[in-house]
């Protein structure tokens, strides 16, 4: 068996191995790495406890996988491109060679303030090289990263910090975002006041920005770098010993540290990163997330190079300093896979072709789509004018708590489907379940996605809260790991994904995946993005409340209100008619892009008594206007 699937029945067969035999199918796999010692047992797992481990009693450092196994080869191959936010700015290439010898010199700087292996270590930095570098150093230790993303608040911060008991800040004096300079060290210090754990803050420096230094606990990041050596031997860990923690908000209380553990999630993102970009030799690869998020530690940082890829970094924004900034950089460095979300392309299709026409974006070979559903129109506007007709679309589906994409096309394999997330990869064994947790087999149906088997990089637990995990994640389905999506299979056998469960709206007995009716507003030649959410309804039990940005339009109001309510039930048919539609000048959005839709059912239920914590989102101030707008305050 091959690591890479070549042709459709290559998929199939592989996928029917992985199921009917997953130990030995993964065990051939995780083959291709170098092991300190190797498994005892492939996989040992029980859904109702819920524990599961993968390669057991294996020993391995994950970073030795990335540099030890593939220097020889990969010596003077580019590693990591990085992109200022400028775009008259240098760029840094930098070879495996290079970024050992930095891994290896920071990993001593780290050792040398007290780091060991077990220890948590926070991350919170702008995209720049260092912070690639700051994760596999901490991987080569054996401590634990969580990165925040640089845009929380500081009690955001704090929250994380304590959380994981943080031995260690590492941050900048401030980032570069667009035409704004964030004094990041400044939040830093200010999360500081409300934690004990943190013994030391390294500070790089990136924008010049004035910042305080607190004798004994900060230090510059050059200084902590002064006299150490580029040689350092990996620590070896435990299979399952624990690679990083990541937070992600829950809908209330505090946020979520989910666990990734070392050698299943290596495996896997290794083996899913090869087989859905179908990446070669030689191409460049960018993924446009930051590293705050899954997908940057997984598709930028550890499967890129762990599959020995060229990946690229950008510090900026798409809009900075002009609108084709994505193509700009496509053209530059001649991307051959481009990732994004489709929050991303939905914001650069109101601006038209005219930015893309300027660009030459033939290097192209495949784009992806992550982070959410991807709508129709977006779809085909990003196949079409980026992709120009021929690149195939890989509309991946996965979660923070799957460590990995779970259900995806193949590029250039999997026959595309506008919005169809379609085939589960090899390993993973999706089921669709109804609200009482009976499997609904064949085609055609719709219910609740399930994952009923264990796959290698999937959340271990969640960090000093064992029965959260449960609770979470297998109390809803016994045996199953319940994802928390909506799913359709369609004739085809195809996985179309509806968004959250919560997010499928039940009108008059008739369930609507709100993705289904967002999708038909979207039609609306002046709508630019929408979200739809359910609200409590006297007769229905709910209705739909639809808020939607319009531009390019003097109309009043009630007249795009009306064209979009008519829409939507010339599109659908009247059940799915929305009763209420606002137009908004923003949506509330997480920082990684997503809609923060608990927000908006508040606004549609007509209670805002509690909306909790909205000083996370990208764009709080969004609030006040659409709560203004329902004519709430």
């Known amino acids: 068996m ?7 029945r290559d998929y199939s067969n592989d996928y029917h191995y992985s199921v009917s035999n997953p130990e030995k199918f993964w065990s051939e796999i995780a083959h291709n790495f170098d092991w300190r010692r190797e498994w005892d047992q492939v996989l040992n797992w029980d859904f109702d406890t819920p524990n599961v481990t993968w390669f057991e009693n294996a020993e391995l450092n994950l970073t030795e996988n990335i540099f030890e196994r593939l220097l020889p080869s990969h010596e003077n191959k ?3 491109i990085w992109e200022p936010n400028e775009s008259q700015a240098d760029s840094i290439h930098l070879t495996y060679g290079e970024l050992f010898k930095s891994t290896c010199k920071f990993a001593n700087a780290l050792k040398s303030q007290g780091i060991k292996k077990g220890d948590r270590v926070i991350i919170y930095m702008p995209m720049v090289p260092e912070a690639a570098i700051a994760m596999l150093a901490c991987a080569r230790l054996g401590a634990i990263h969580s990165v925040v993303f640089a845009g929380f608040s500081s009690s955001a911060l704090a929250d ?14 401030g980032n570069f975002r ?30 010049g920005e004035k910042v305080q230094m607190m004798p004994g606990r900060d230090i510059w990041w050059d200084e902590a770098l002064e006299g150490k050596s580029e040689q350092h031997q990996a620590e070896v860990m435990n299979a399952e010993d624990l690679l990083f923690i990541l937070y992600t908000s829950g809908s209330t209380g505090k946020p979520k540290g989910v666990v990734h553990s070392t050698a299943g999630y290596m495996v896997y993102t290794y083996y899913s990163f090869l087989n859905v970009f179908q990446y070669e030799d030689d191409d460049v690869y960018w993924c446009t997330a930051d590293i705050g998020w899954i997908t940057g530690h997984s598709y930028i940082v550890y499967g890129p190079l762990l599959a ?36 991303a392309i939905r914001a650069l299709q109101v601006y038209g072709t005219d930015p893309v026409e300027k660009f030459d974006l033939s290097s192209l070979k495949v784009i992806g789509s992550v982070g959410e559903p991807i709508n129709e129109e977006a779809w085909h506007w990003y196949h079409e004018h980026i992709g120009k007709g021929n690149c195939p679309l890989v509309d991946t589906w996965w979660q923070t708590e799957t460590g990995g994409i779970m259900i995806s096309p193949l590029a250039g394999i999997t026959p595309n489907k506008p919005a169809h997330a379609s085939l589960p990869l090899p390993g993973v064994q999706p089921i669709v379940v109804d609200a009482e947790g009976n499997e609904l087999e064949g085609n055609n149906v719709e219910g609740n996605l399930c994952i009923k088997f ?7 637990t969640t960090y000093g809260d064992h029965q959260r995990f449960r609770d979470t994640y297998f109390s809803a389905y016994k045996g199953m790991y319940f994802t928390g999506d909506g799913v359709k299979r369609d004739h085809d056998g195809y996985l179309r994904i509806l968004g959250r469960v919560d997010d499928v709206i039940n009108v008059s007995g008739h369930r609507m995946g709100t993705a289904e009716v967002e999708n038909a507003i979207n039609e609306h030649p002046n709508v630019v993005e929408s979200a739809v959410v359910g609200y409590p309804h006297e007769i229905k039990g709910q209705g739909i409340y639809a808020f939607a940005i319009c531009g390019g339009s003097d109309k009043p109001s009630d007249v795009l209100e009306d064209e979009i309510k008519q829409l939507v039930r010339k599109i659908i048919g009247p059940i799915a008619k929305p009763e209420h539609v606002q137009i908004v000048s923003g949506l509330p959005k997480t920082r990684s892009g997503k809609i923060m839709r608990r927000i908006l059912r508040k606004v549609a239920s007509r209670d805002i008594s509690n909306l909790g914590d909205i000083s996370t989102l990208l764009n709080p101030e969004i609030v006040e206007d659409i709560i203004k707008g329902a004519s709430l305050d």
Not at 2 to 8: A, D, E, F, G, P
Not at 310 to 338: A, S
């Open 2 to 8: 091959s690591n890479r699937i070549k042709t459709l």
């Open 78 to 80: 580019t590693a990591i």
């Open 454 to 460: 264990p796959w290698p990089s999937m959340i271990r």
């Open 308 to 343: 020995g890829a060229t990946t690229l970094m950008f510090e900026g924004v798409p809009t900075y300093p002009h609108h084709g900034r994505f193509w700009e950089i496509v053209e530059k460095y001649k991307v051959n896979q481009f990732y994004t979300a489709p929050t």
């Open 160 to 173: 994380r910090i304590n959380d994981c008991k943080a031995k260690m800040v590492l941050t900048s004096d």
């Open 178 to 207: 667009g035409n704004k300079q964030i004094p990041v060290k400044a939040v830093v210090d200010e999360a500081l006041n409300g934690t004990e754990f943190v013994e030391k803050v390294i500070v790089l420096k990136r924008t």
